[in-house]
């Protein structure tokens, strides 16, 4: 069972719209990291948030930006939707190297 | 963007037998190299990991191999079963940022 966990779990938002995810990761780990699945592909690091400060950035436009939170909850907000940022959105949190994901946000844009 | 090069996309064994995945990466800072296993609807789940001061882990039917020189990695699972079947990743990791291999489609036929 994992300890984190992500809502909603799908959503369908129109071209141009902006949705923030939000994810609630597992108590006492300081570190949670964004990544964009496209269908039939691997994970893509979006950025990661440690102690509530972004920590590092993939190759993500800025219309992608985040909030971590005190009590280890975080937000991934997404502005000007565009057709290929549909896919599923995974939210990991992490202390030392270990990464525990959620289930993942279903992201589709019409 | 894919900082870990997985191979074969796609794989199919029949029960009993061995599957084996191999990924490559670049970047000698990378300290910890784990493989996921994801099935549908779920986010991806830590199966087995290793750091680079050794060349095999073994845990139940899954194998790590290791060769730093080669910057090279594999999954070995021994005695495949159709539970098996899953889409299974690669990645590798420094300082808490880790990139994915694209994926391996298993198919355990029985």
């Known amino acids: 069972e994992t300890g984190v966990t992500q809502s909603p779990t799908h959503l369908i938002k129109t071209r141009g719209q902006q949705v923030t995810l939000r994810c609630s990761s597992q108590?006492?780990?300081?570190?949670v990291s964004w990544y964009q699945q496209a269908l039939g592909q691997g994970p893509q690091f979006i950025f990661q948030?440690?102690?509530?400060?972004?920590?590092g950035r993939g190759n993500f436009p800025p219309r992608f930006s985040g909030l971590q939170f005190p009590n280890y909850s975080s937000e991934l907000n997404v502005n000007a939707l565009e057709l290929d940022d549909s896919a599923l959105y995974l939210c990991?949190?992490?202390?030392?190297?270990?990464?525990?994901f959620g289930s993942g946000t279903r992201l589709t844009v019409v | 963007q894919q900082q870990v090069k997985q191979s074969p996309q796609s794989l199919i064994v029949q029960k009993g037998g061995i599957s084996i995945i191999n990924c490559a990466y670049e970047?000698?800072?990378?300290?910890?190299f784990p493989w996921y296993q994801q099935f549908p609807g779920k986010g991806p789940a830590l199966l087995i990991a290793?750091?680079?001061?050794?060349s095999e882990k073994k845990e139940g039917r899954f194998t790590i191999s290791f060769n730093k020189s080669a910057k090279q990695f594999s999954l070995h699972i021994m005695d495949s079963q159709p539970g098996d079947s899953a889409t299974y990743f690669c990645?590798?990791?420094?300082?808490?940022?880790?990139?994915f291999g694209a994926g391996t489609r298993l198919t355990v036929k029985p």
């Open positions: 990991a949190s992490s202390s030392d190297y270990g990464y525990t």
């Open positions: 108590s006492g780990h300081n570190t």
């Open positions: 948030y440690y102690r509530e400060e972004e920590n």
């Open positions: 970047n000698t800072a990378f300290d910890y």
């Open positions: 290793i750091r680079p001061d050794v």
């Open positions: 990645a590798a990791s420094y300082n808490n940022d880790m990139r």
